[in-house]
Nanobody
Framework: VQLQASGGGLVQPGGSLRLSCVAS????????MTWARQVPGKGQEWVAT????????IYSDSVKGRFTISRDNTKNTMYLEMKDLKPEDTAVYYC?????RGQGTQVTVSA
């Protein structure tokens, strides 16, 4: 399984970003997928999960109402739309399939 996240960058508070995660070497559509984030020196924090068919989404309280998780099973791709970003959203964002975590993408929210 290979999971590659992209789309991170530097954004001002209140700004938006859209992250993507492309999966390969696996049957993408048979599993729930998750976004998580991690700040250096701290543990991984769960952000959001989407069911295999996209019928249900779950969010952490810290991002609920600001982030939207989605997926396109025809493209083996998952997305995270992030709006109203805050400095505390700064982290490396990872996509996960089960316990498999791919390479992350850095999101920095700063004025």
């Amino acid at each position: 399984v290979q999971l590659q996240a992209s789309g991170g960058g530097l954004v001002q508070p209140g700004g938006s970003l859209r992250l993507s995660c492309v999966a390969s070497g696996t049957t993408f559509s048979d599993s729930a997928m998750t976004w998580a984030r991690q700040v250096p020196g701290k543990g991984q924090e769960w952000v959001a999960t989407i069911y295999s068919d996209g019928s249900k989404t779950i969010y952490s309280d810290s991002v609920k109402g600001r982030f939207t998780i989605s997926r396109d099973n025809t493209k083996n791709t998952m997305y995270l739309e992030m709006k109203d970003l805050k400095p505390e959203d700064t982290a490396v964002y990872y996509c996960l399939k089960g316990t498999t975590r791919g390479q992350g993408t850095q999101v920095t929210v700063s004025a």
